[in-house]
């Protein structure tokens, strides 16, 4: 089974309700149409990005008319927002489990989520709108959508330390910035996972390693 359709499965179903249902009143049966349809267009991304996912693409895929994705899906833009959305759940799952089988500190865990990231985002490049434009527009880089993405990956890092809790939110922004640079820049640090784990251990542990230092003292996010 190919990663298409691995990541389009029940994760993805279940997370379908995201979109806004613009005719049937609801129940199992149209839960499970929905479900469909948001598998399709997670498929139709994949194959052919967000810009060629038409209607009628998404409803050949299904197995359905374009007047029932209608009925579910009032306009185009907010089926690909549940996509998004779905799959967003999908990849959080992977890779908060990635890194928790190879973390043992808060820093290795932060390391090991943006290792299994990058892999995800370069293995399928149609899921980089999650992350904000698909040009990576530097605005869009850190919209509500991007942060909401990030957070549940990052989140897990106070199970870790919880002096971190505090800094929570600048972990998950700091997160998408780094995420941001290793998918548009690579060199020979970067070059392998060993070479990118290596580099992250040295350039990333330090930072978490300070904020839990700082949070365990006086100091505060945002203190003087």
Known sequence: MDRAHEMAGSGVAAAAGSGRAAGPSGGPGAASLRGKIV???VTCIRRRGIERTSISAIAATAGVSRPTVYAHFETRDALVSAALTAVGVQVSQTVVGA?????RTAGEFVVEALVAVRREFRAEPALRPLLGGGHWDTHDALSARALAVARPIIAPV?????ALEPFLDELVETAVRWLHSLLMFDSARTSSEARLRAYLRRAVVP?????SASAAGTDQPGGG
Request: no cysteine.
């Open 99 to 103: 890194a928790r089988r190879r973390a």
């Open 158 to 162: 106070v199970d870790y330390d919880t």
């Open 207 to 211: 930072v978490i390693d300070a904020m």
């Open 39 to 41: 598998d399709a267009t």
